[in-house]
């Protein structure tokens, strides 16, 4: 199971940082994925981390604003948001990917988590 937490209301420009536990304890096998999904539109991507915190991409997006890190010790995975916009307003997924390395692709994703709400106004 994974549990997300960390959204809120926060102002344009401001910082929130999501956190995502796993109850699993095979949690290094896991690539780990954040996802959002904004109001009427489709789930997209957000940013990805291997399974060892060595590897991390993100969506263009949120390139240069987000940074995805992990602690396998506390089976967490983090998900820092700075420079925030309206278009950031959005509920934040966490997703685990099994011996991957942090695909985009939401079908590469077994495990989902339920979701924290990010509102971010202007």
């Known amino acids: 199971q994974l549990q997300a937490s960390g959204g809120g209301l926060v102002r344009a420009g401001g910082a929130l940082r999501l956190s995502c536990e796993a109850s699993e304890r095979t949690f290094s096998s896991y690539a780990m994925g954040w996802f959002r999904q904004a109001p009427g539109k489709e789930r997209e991507f957000a940013a990805a981390i291997d399974w060892s915190g060595g590897r991390t991409h993100y969506a263009d997006s949120v390139q240069g604003r987000f940074t995805v890190s992990r602690d396998n010790a506390k089976n967490t995975v983090y998900l820092r948001m700075t420079s925030l916009k309206p278009e950031d307003t959005a509920v934040y997924y966490c997703?685990?990917?099994?011996?991957?390395?942090?695909?985009?692709?939401?079908?590469?994703?077994?495990?989902w988590g339920q979701g924290t709400l990010v509102t971010v106004s202007s």
């Open positions: 997703a685990a990917q099994l011996y991957g390395s942090g695909s985009s692709d939401l079908s590469d994703y077994k495990y």
